[in-house]
C-alpha cells in the first residue's frame, strides 16, 4: 500500500490521520500526554503554581520590625508553631502550623517570568536570559521526568496532569510529546468533564471495541510498511490511550461528584478549590504529578490574572487590593488540600508545594497612589507540606528586610533534588537530548536534610 504521489513507505503523518480515522473521531495525539506509572511506592507531588512571582513579604516571610517603605500594608499572624509566623492575609494556613515547613531561604538570579519559571520547574538555568518573557524550556520539567521514569500505568491513569492548564513555558523536548501534561480544564465549571475521556462523534463502547480490532490489523500492515523503524513505540503509546478512554477507574479519579459536598464547600466551589479537591482526588488514584496553575478565579467578574504585584500590574489595582482578594481563596483551597490529605493518612505518600518563579522587591515601589513590587529572584519562599517529612519548622532565613538568605541558602535545584526523592526518581539519572548528549536530570541541588 503506497501513496500514489510520494513512492515508499507511507509517511507518518498519512499513517497518524489514518489511525485517527481508523478509531472514529478519537484523536490519539492528545491522549498521548495521559501517561501514568507503576512504582513500588505510589507517591505523589502536588504543585500549587503561584506564576507571576509571589511577594514573600505578603505570603510566608512577614518583616514587621522592617522600615514601612519594606514591611508592607499587612500584619503577621501566628501560626501553631512558634515562630513560624504568616502574612494576616492566611489565617486558615496558619491553623495548619503543624503541617507546615516554611522555606524562606530560596533563591536563583532568572528575574524574569519565563526564565525563572524554567529555573524551578526544570532545575536548568538558562543559559541566554530573556527580558521579554516569552522562552520556552529547552529540558523538560519535574512531571514530564517523572512521566518517563515512572512509565504508562496498565489502568490509563495520567502520569503527569495540569489543572486547569499545564505551565506554558515548558516542554517536553527530548523526552517526547507524549510526556507533557494532560489538561484537566476547569472543575470548577458546570457539568464539569475532564477532555479527552470520552469518544468522540457519537462513537459507542461497541463501535470503539471494533475500530480497536480494526486498528490492531492495521498495525500489524503498518509494521510492515515501516521500513525504517520511524514509529517503533506508538503501540504501547496506543495502548495507554485505550486504557485511558476504556478503565471506568480513571475517569472515577476525575468525577468530582462523587465527593460528599460538604467536602467541595470545604475547598471552596471555585477554580483553586476544585483544582485542589481535583488533585487530592488523582494523587490518591496514583497520579505522580499534579499542577495547580494558580491564576486567579473569576469572581463577580473581577480579574486578577497572576501573582505579578507591580504597581502598574492592572489598572486600578495594586498589590494590596490584588492580595486581599486573591489570598482568600488560596487560604481556602491549600488549607483544605493539607488538612484533607493528613486526616486521610496520605501526608508520607502526598508532597504538597506552593510556590512561584521568584520573589520580589524588599523595598515597594509607588504608582500614582498605588503599591506595589517587582521582580527580584534573590530571596523566595515555599510552602512544603507532607511528603513524610518533617513538619512544624521554618528552614532559612532572610535579613531584617528580606533582601537575601542570611541562614541556609537553598537553590531550587535544592528544593527539585527533595521531590525527585519524594518520587522515588535518581536525579542524576542522565536522558539522551537530541543530539545523543547525555543530560543529568540535575547538575546540582541536594535534598532538604532539614525535612528528614
Known sequence: MRDASCPGPMSRRAFLRLGTLALGGLALPQFMAARASQTSRPTSVILFWMWGGPSQFETFDPKPDAPVEYRGPF?????????????????????????????????????????????????????????????????????????????????????????????????????????????????????????????????????????????????????????????EGTDRLREAAFQLLSNPQVAHAFDLGREDGRVRDRYGR??????????????????????????????????????????????????????????????????????????????????????????????????NGKLGRDHYPQAMSALVSGGGFRMGQVIGATNSRGEYPRERPLTPQDLLATVYRHLGIDPGHEFLDFTGRPIPILSAGQPLRDLG
Not at 530560596?106 to 519559571?117: A, E, I, Q, R, V
Not at 486581599?324 to 488560596?330: K, L, Q, T
Not at 490529605?341 to 506552593?354: M, S
Open 75 to 231: 500584619r503577621p499572624i501566628r501560626t501553631t508553631v512558634p515562630g513560624m509566623d504568616v502574612c494576616e492575609l492566611f489565617p486558615r494556613l496558619a491553623e495548619q502550623g503543624q503541617r507546615l515547613a516554611l522555606v524562606r531561604s530560596l533563591h536563583h538570579t532568572m528575574s524574569s517570568h519565563n526564565d525563572g519559571s524554567i529555573e524551578v520547574l526544570t532545575g536548568k538555568t538558562p543559559t541566554v536570559p530573556d527580558p521579554t518573557s516569552t522562552a520556552r524550556s529547552d529540558h523538560p520539567d519535574f512531571g514530564m521526568i517523572a512521566s518517563r521514569s515512572r512509565g504508562l500505568r496498565p489502568d490509563g491513569l495520567p502520569q503527569y496532569v495540569g489543572i486547569p492548564t499545564q505551565p506554558f513555558m515548558t516542554r517536553p523536548t527530548y523526552l517526547g510529546l507524549n510526556h507533557q501534561a494532560f489538561v484537566a480544564g476547569d472543575p470548577s465549571a458546570a457539568g464539569y468533564r475532564p477532555p479527552h475521556l470520552g469518544l468522540t462523534g457519537g462513537v459507542t463502547v461497541e463501535q470503539f471495541a471494533s475500530r480497536r480490532r480494526l486498528l490492531a490489523n492495521f498495525d500489524q500492515l503498518r509494521r510492515d510498511m515501516d521500513a525504517h523503524g520511524r514509529l
Open 270 to 367: 471555585h477554580l483553586w478549590g476544585q483544582s485542589c479537591l481535583l488533585a487530592r482526588r488523582l494523587a490518591e488514584a496514583g497520579a505522580g504529578v499534579i499542577t495547580v496553575d494558580a491564576l486567579a478565579p473569576v469572581q463577580n467578574q473581577r480579574i486578577y490574572f497572576s501573582w505579578d504585584d507591580h504597581a502598574d500590574a492592572q489598572p486600578g489595582w495594586d498589590l494590596a487590593e490584588g492580595m486581599r482578594w486573591r489570598a482568600p481563596f488560596m487560604d481556602q483551597a491549600l488549607s483544605a488540600l493539607i488538612a484533607d490529605v493528613h486526616d486521610r493518612g496520605l501526608d508520607r505518600d502526598i508532597l504538597i508545594l506552593a510556590l512561584g518563579e521568584f520573589g520580589r522587591t524588599p523595598r515597594l515601589t509607588t504608582l
